[in-house]
């Protein structure tokens, strides 16, 4: 039977361009869950929250999951990342599940025991989903909790974007959740003090007012995420990246993955990092305390070549996910 491959994401994961080269393989699909019609204003918030709570027969039918057409002639591998389930109601999903040449399994892009949104809402739906399997990137949250690791096939390089004219000696990128806004902001004010030119981006939440922020005059702080593009442009131009992992995280962040494709060095608390390919202690360095940052490293320009060819991209997941259900048929 013809095989066809479907990734479904929500809010969170809108802007999911680390699986872009996906786009390049046979029979593959990309689908936003989603209300139709939906824009993200106000009204139609208030009007999903509320569909959200209600019971209505047939109600898949307002949303894009009714445009999951099914041809009962061919296999259809649905990977659901996590923030699906903020969307889609496990009846919606459930029903859909019930089709014998529909194979849905639920993907993991977050540590399942750190501060991701995606995950806090929804991981009490998990077990009222038959997921063939529950797939992870977090090699530790494959041991703790059997699901099935990945290993690190889920990041495309972006392609064509220029640097920023925005120059720094290191560059971070993210939120306080997880625990860790104390440990950010004391790393900036070293920062500082040390004469490194540090280009910090964080985003608030709702109600944090940006005035009322350490350092407000000199951080950039955010209502919402610095578009990707945006992201990559500001790694382009800067000499070393920060990767500071949230609170019961095991996991490497999107910062590794930049450090390598970009030819990075990466100062980051990520104690893993010494069992990830392309690890090199001369462009990687490792701190548990801020006593352990080496500012003069952070500031030292040097050629930096970790011989990547394109060993993340995620075109080796379809590889994977055939593997296990070929071992699933067995």
Known sequence: MKKNYILMYGDCTKNINW??????????????????NYKPNLIWKIIRKIFSFIKLKNKERFY???????????????????DTLMIYDVDMINKINKYKNVHISLLLLNSIDASSISILKTKDKFKLIDFDFILTFDYEDAKKYSFEYLGLTYYSKPKEILPSD???????????KGNRKRKI????????????????????????????QEYFKKINYYKKWMPYKEVIAQTLSTNCILE?????????????????????????????????????????KIFKKIE??????????????????????????????NDLYDKKER
């Open 19 to 36: 699986f872009s080269d996906m786009k390049y393989i046979d029979n593959f699909k990309f689908h936003y869950a989603k209300m139709k």
């Open 64 to 82: 894009e999951i009714s445009n999951v057409e099914i041809n009962p002639e061919e296999d259809y591998y649905i990977l659901m990342v996590s």
């Open 166 to 176: 925005k120059k720094s000696d290191i560059f971070f990128v993210g939120a306080f």
């Open 185 to 212: 902001l004391d790393i900036y004010g070293e920062l500082e003090k040390h004469g490194v030119n540090a280009n910090f981006n964080i985003m608030l939440k709702r109600l944090e007012i940006r005035k009322k």
């Open 244 to 284: 500071i992992l949230q609170e019961n995280q095991s996991g490497q962040s999107l910062r590794y993955f930049e450090a390598i494709c970009y030819n990075k060095k990466l100062l980051t608390n990520n104690e893993n990092v010494k069992n990830l390919p392309f690890y090199n202690e001369k462009y990687i």
């Open 292 to 321: 352990d940052i080496d500012f003069e490293w952070i500031k030292s320009k040097e050629k930096i070549d970790y011989g990547y060819k394109n060993e993340f991209s995620p075109i080796y997941l379809i590889n994977k996910i």
